[in-house]
């Protein structure tokens, strides 16, 4: 009696692994923001090109690079922060397994919760810069860096602020879930990508503004 042998293709089977469809929607979204904010620094360096030079220096000489870098490293930082939540995220570990100072063993939570507090006082410090601005003299109205700083930095300034309630909205998923999977460790990870977005779109503007002036 003859058998059969199933051919080495056969035995085979393919798959294909679909790419996320949120993360698909989230990338195609912040390739959107970065045209936005390609349209943004356009608008600074060509003001900057047409306006005599003096008047320029005159609303440079009131920035405080110092302050803006220490503001520029918490920000950065926080990217790291974010990037350890998603790791924990990915682990399906919502919560620390160990004691609050045991920050190897910090869950999501712990990592998000930080990063949103490290936002926060990005946002604090942004306001109290904005304000020491204005006591000198230096407005959105008075003159042309004035508007193009208020609105290149205030819309960085917004997407930060939507950024942390969007933390908010993770981290109250996160406790409401019965059972910490996939969804939530989807929603940590395009988090962390628009986190990462900001980021990176502050440092080119720190750069733009404060270093090369």
């Given at each position: ?14 798959t294909v ?187 080119g503007l720190?750069?733009?503004i404060y270093?090369?002036?």
């Open positions: 009696m003859s058998t059969v042998t199933a051919s080495p293709k056969a035995q085979h089977h393919v692994n679909r790419p996320n469809p949120v993360s698909v929607g989230t990338i195609v979204w912040l390739s959107s923001e970065l045209m936005f904010f390609a349209g943004l620094f356009a608008m600074y360096f060509t003001i900057r090109a047409t306006i005599p030079a003096e008047q320029w220096s005159e609303g440079v000489s009131h920035l405080n690079v110092p302050f803006a870098a220490v503001n520029t490293l918490i920000l950065v930082a926080s990217s790291f922060v974010c990037e350890a939540g998603v790791k924990a995220a990915e682990r399906f570990q919502p919560v620390r397994s160990g004691s609050l100072f045991q920050v190897t063993k910090w869950g999501m939570n712990e990592w998000i919760t930080l990063t949103f507090i490290m936002g926060s006082v990005f946002i604090a410090l942004q306001v109290f810069e904005y304000a020491e601005l204005v006591s000198h003299g230096l407005t959105i109205s008075n003159n042309p860096f004035g508007s193009v700083f208020f609105l290149a930095t205030g819309f960085h300034g917004l997407h930060v602020l939507g950024g942390l309630f969007a933390f908010l909205f993770l981290l109250g998923r996160s406790f409401s879930a019965k059972k910490f999977g996939h969804h939530e460790a989807t929603t940590s990870i395009v988090m962390s990508y628009y986190w990462h977005f900001v980021d990176v779109v502050w440092v720190f750069i733009a270093i090369l002036q």
